[in-house]
C-alpha cells in the first residue's frame, strides 16, 4: 500500500524529496562483509551503508537505532558518509547484533539515520 503511495505520489509530482513521501518498508541488516546496510524500499529505493570500525566499546551505552542501553561487548561504532559526501563522517554506535536491533527499532528512526546520511 505504501508502495502505490509513493509511487502515486512520484507521479503527480516527480522530485519530491524521500523524506516527504510515506514511509516504505525498510531494511536493515549486516552484509557479507559486516557492514551494515539500511534500505527503504523505493521508488525511489533509498540505501546507506554504515562501515564497521575496529575495536569495542569500553562502557555500557546507548544504541542509536533501538535506544537500548547495552554493554560496551554488544555494541559497535560505525560510520557513514553524510550527504552522500565521504570528507563528512557522521559515527553512530549501534547494536553489533543487528537482527536483534531491528527486532526493538523503530523503523522512522532507522528511517531517520538513513536519510541523513544520504540528504544534502
Ligand atoms: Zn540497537
Not at 560505525?78 to 570528507?87: A, D, K, L
Amino acid at each position: 500500500m505504501d508502495h502505490e503511495e509513493r509511487e502515486m505520489i512520484l507521479e503527480i509530482f516527480p522530485g519530491t524529496p524521500p523524506e516527504l513521501l510515506p514511509i516504505g518498508e525498510i531494511l536493515y541488516y549486516r552484509d557479507e562483509e559486516g557492514r551494515v546496510i539500511i534500505q527503504e524500499k523505493g521508488p525511489p529505493e533509498l540505501r546507506l551503508t554504515l562501515e564497521p570500525l575496529p575495536g569495542t566499546l569500553g562502557s555500557p551505552q546507548v544504541c542509536e537505532a533501538c535506544h537500548r542501553h547495552l554493554s560496551g561487548s554488544a555494541l559497535g561504532f560505525f560510520r557513514h558518509p553524510v550527504g552522500g559526501r565521504e570528507t563528512h563522517l557522521r559515527y553512530l554506535v549501534l547494536c553489533l547484533d543487528t537482527a536483534a536491533c531491528a527486532s526493538h527499532a523503530e523503523p522512522e528512526r532507522l528511517r531517520e539515520i538513513l536519510l541523513r546520511g544520504i540528504l544534502t
